[in-house]
């Protein structure tokens, strides 16, 4: 399974973005999907993911109200859209997606991982 990224930029606080994942392969219903990302010298962190059977989705505290994860199964993508931009979502964003995932904010539980896309916030 490849996954790829895209959508990252720079944009001023306040503003949106909205990042995209696309899939070859199987499709993303047969994934469990999440979206983490990584400051500079900072861990890699949970931002949102969805189970593979429900779609339910869980978001981090920080991003909850904000972001919202979409998934459009006719192309094989899924989407962050990112609303209320502040410089401490700054970091490069990865998709990832795993089969066996059974707690969604556990980013070693998933198996396959994008190139990440960086996304800059100017205050």
């Known amino acids: 399974v490849q996954l790829q990224a895209s959508g990252g930029g720079l944009v001023q606080a306040g503003g949106s973005l909205r990042l995209s994942c696309a899939t070859s392969?199987?499709?993303?219903?047969?994934?469990?999907t999440g979206w983490f990302r990584q400051a500079p010298g900072k861990e890699r962190e949970f931002v949102a993911a969805?189970?593979?059977?429900?779609?339910?989705?869980n978001y981090a505290d920080s991003v909850k109200g904000r972001f919202t994860m979409t998934r459009d199964n006719a192309k094989n993508t899924v989407y962050l859209q990112m609303n209320s931009l502040n410089a401490e979502d700054t970091a490069v964003y990865y998709c990832?997606?795993?089969?066996?995932?059974?707690?969604?904010?556990?980013?070693?539980?998933?198996?396959?991982w994008g190139r990440g896309t960086l996304v800059t916030v100017s205050s």
């Open positions: 990832a997606a795993g089969t066996r995932v059974t707690r969604l904010h556990d980013v070693s539980q998933y198996d396959y």
């Open positions: 392969g199987r499709t993303f219903s047969s994934y469990a």
């Open positions: 969805a189970s593979r059977s429900t779609y339910l989705t």
